[in-house]
């Protein structure tokens, strides 16, 4: 993935980030409303910039466009089903992970996973937590590739696969 530079999103880079991945979710989520921008966007200078506990990276290319998202934040425990499952634990969500779909299998998810989970790491998360959907093709093999196991699945109508990865050195 020479083709593409990976790193942090600026604050000038916000509204194009925020195109980007409205687009994919537009795409991958039809059933959520297309106009609702996600919370941890919306507060992107307090969430994510210059973050002692949270990364959103992208991966650029050769032109400067978004061509693929990732990211991670301090999980909340928000998860009914899996509340408390990480509560003696330093966990971080990864969240946004996003490819556009012409690049998709090619590496560029891969890419950017193998970016953040070192920055997850240092800055002393222990876990890294998240949840993806079996509609969404490829998705949970993706994700076991990257490491990541199976942990819950409790047959939702959005088809919701819990999974995490122990971030050792």
Known sequence: MSDYVIRE???DELP????????????V????DPDAL????????DVYYRSATATLLAA??????IAATAAFLPYDD???EIKGNYADRKTAELVKCYVKPELRRHGLGTALVRELLPSARDKGYEFMYLHTHRFLPGAVGFWEKQGFTFRLEPFDSYETV?????LAE
């Open 38 to 45: 996600p919370p941890d966007l919306l507060a992107f200078r």
């Open 60 to 65: 650029f290319d050769k032109n400067g466009a």
């Open 162 to 166: 819990h999974m995490d990865k122990h």
């Open 29 to 32: 989520f039809p059933m959520l």
């Open 9 to 11: 999103i600026e604050l």
């Open 16 to 27: 194009a980030a925020i195109d980007f991945v409205m687009e994919i979710v537009r795409e």
């Open 78 to 80: 928000r998860i009914a």
